[in-house]
């Protein structure tokens, strides 16, 4: 499986953004989905993340409410619209994929497929 992410932007405090993960693969629809970041200097942290049928939605308390995850398994996407954006929103953006049925995980190590990662950039 190949992940691309895209979307990548520059906004102003307040505004919106959505990120798409397009991915290979027959069997994409099986396996949820992550959104993640990474500011600088930081560790990479939970953002976002969706069931492989798209019915349960997980969100970290940071972005509760502003961003949501969803998924179109017959164009093999996924989408993190995000809304109200913040400066400290800023961060290179990454999708992962977790295969096996499994329950979306808030845990990097737990998704086996990854994007290259699309930088958001939020100013005041």
């Known amino acids: 499986v190949q992940l691309q992410a895209s979307g990548e932007g520059l906004v102003q405090a307040g505004g919106s953004l959505r990120l798409s993960c397009a991915a290979s693969?027959?069997?994409?629809?099986?396996?949820?989905v992550g959104w993640f970041r990474q500011a600088p200097g930081k560790e990479r942290e939970f953002v976002a993340a969706?069931?492989?049928?798209?019915?349960?939605?997980y969100y970290a308390d940071s972005v509760k409410g502003r961003f949501a995850i969803s998924r179109d398994n017959a164009k093999n996407t996924v989408y993190l619209r995000m809304n109200s954006l913040k400066p400290e929103d800023t961060a290179v953006y990454y999708c992962?994929?977790?295969?096996?049925?499994?329950?979306?995980?808030?845990?990097?190590?737990?998704?086996?497929?990854w994007g290259q990662g699309t930088l958001v950039t939020v100013f005041q």
């Open positions: 693969g027959r069997t994409f629809s099986s396996y949820a």
């Open positions: 969706i069931s492989w049928s798209g019915i349960s939605t």
């Open positions: 992962a994929a977790q295969t096996g049925l499994r329950v979306a995980s808030m845990e990097p190590n737990e998704y086996d497929y």
